[in-house]
Structures are given as structure tokens and as C-alpha cells.
């Protein structure tokens, strides 16, 4: 019998680097309770936790909360309850701030408007330290055909609109910082290591060496590759 892993990453988006590692069975785990548990075993303090929908969970809020840290947690279908909340105070009311962002690169044509709403009255107290809504509307054309997206978060920060669209932006940034290093610069995708605990042995690997790279100033890791590949000297500095 195969036992399928995977390894659950905390990113900080600040310094670039992983700051915490889960490693949960597939079959056994559910990566809403490893993350849960992940945050409580770092016992970071006076930080902020960025998200997906998966994670909109109220132990999840409840957990980041009680470890005296904040969050923005995207909300989709997998809370109703919450999402039409949301959804009705976004429409019915104005928002209480707003931030237009545009975005004309790499054949894309975006427009991004950021508006910020006190919480809807009737949201579930359980949903701990609620302080903000944001509906996140992007628009515009890429590859040219239009598109035009909705998406709603909660968050435990007060409404700033400029503030709460950054750190949007960062989460999305995950993407290319973290997974998008791994997959294409390290070509985690087509590693021969498929048995055993060999792939997520060197996966963490991986992730170490992103994580070291970045704290030594490299914020390409390709760039960083190419500097130490041939001078055995400059690597083993990196570990001083």
C-alpha cells in the first residue's frame, strides 16, 4: 500500500521564505486541521494571515485569533451563510473605503477595485474579530477576451482599503514566489523521486534551499543558482 504525502507550507510574504512546514498523509489529514495546528505550533505573535477559501473555517479564525494574529480569509460557496452576507451588504450598502488599481503588463489589460464594508450585522458572532468585508472586483482583458470576476473576504484588520488591497496582492504572489520556483526552477514536477518518503524528503529540500537563498538577499533563485553552482566556497557561506 502507498501512503501519499504532501507537504503544507506557511509563507511569509515580507521576507520570501517558508517559515513553517506540515507534512500530512492525504489519505488521513485534512489540510484544514494540519494548518490549524501549524499556526498554533509556530506561536507567532503580532502577524497576518492570508487565506484561501478552504481555510474559511471558524476554528481556523478562532485559532489565528486566539495566537494574537490577524487575518484576511477569502469566502466562497463552502460558507453560504457567510458569502450572502457579504454579498447583500456589498450591494446594498456604500463602501466605507475604495481603491482603483490598474495593471497594463504581460499582455493583460486589469482594472482592480478594492472596496472595503463594515460587517453585516447579521454575520455569525462565531466568526471571531471580524472588523472588515472586501468584495475585490477584477475586470479588463487578458490574452484578448474579457473577464470579469467577483471575490469576497473577511478580515480581522480595520477598513483600509490601500492597506487591505496589498496584502491581497501578496497572497497572490504566493503563486509565483513559492510554487512557481519549485514546479519550474527546481522542476519539482518531473522529479524522478516517486518512492517512498523520497519526493517529500526532497521537496522540503527544496523549500529550505528557496528559504536560504532568500535570506542571503537573493530574491531570484535562478540568479541565485547560477552563483553558487561552480564555487563550493560562496555555498558553504551560506550556512554561517
Request: net charge positive; aromatic share 8%; charged share 25%.
Amino acid at each position: 500500500m502507498t501512503t501519499i504525502s504532501r507537504a503544507l507550507s506557511l509563507f511569509s510574504h515580507e521576507q520570501g521564505v517558508v517559515v513553517g512546514v506540515a507534512i500530512m498523509d492525504s489519505k488521513k489529514e485534512s489540510e484544514i486541521g494540519v494548518i490549524q495546528q501549524l499556526i498554533s505550533q509556530l506561536k507567532l505573535e503580532n502577524h497576518l494571515f492570508t487565506l484561501d477559501a478552504l481555510h474559511c473555517q471558524k476554528k481556523t479564525v478562532a485559532t489565528i485569533v486566539s495566537s494574537n494574529n490577524d487575518y484576511i480569509i477569502k469566502v466562497k460557496r463552502n460558507q453560504p451563510k457567510l458569502q450572502d452576507a457579504i454579498i447583500v451588504q456589498s450591494e446594498t450598502e456604500p463602501p466605507v473605503q475604495k481603491q482603483v488599481e490598474d495593471d497594463h503588463s504581460r499582455g493583460r489589460n486589469i482594472q482592480r477595485v478594492v472596496e472595503v464594508f463594515t460587517p453585516p450585522a447579521n454575520i455569525d458572532p462565531s466568526w471571531q474579530k471580524v472588523s472588515s468585508v472586501i468584495r475585490v472586483t477584477r475586470s479588463g482583458e487578458r490574452d484578448g477576451k474579457a473577464f470579469k470576476t467577483l471575490s469576497y473576504y473577511i478580515s480581522s484588520l480595520p477598513p483600509n482599503s490601500s492597506r487591505l488591497a496589498k496584502y491581497i496582492r501578496q497572497h497572490w504572489h504566493i503563486e509565483n514566489r513559492l510554487h512557481w520556483v519549485k514546479d519550474v526552477i527546481f522542476d519539482e514536477d518531473r522529479s524522478k523521486q516517486k518512492a517512498g518518503n523520497a519526493p517529500i524528503n526532497f521537496s522540503i529540500m527544496k523549500t529550505w534551499i528557496l528559504s536560504l537563498y532568500r535570506l542571503h538577499g537573493f530574491d531570484s533563485i535562478k540568479g541565485a543558482i547560477e552563483r553558487f553552482a561552480h564555487d563550493l566556497t560562496a555555498l558553504s557561506s551560506l550556512l554561517t
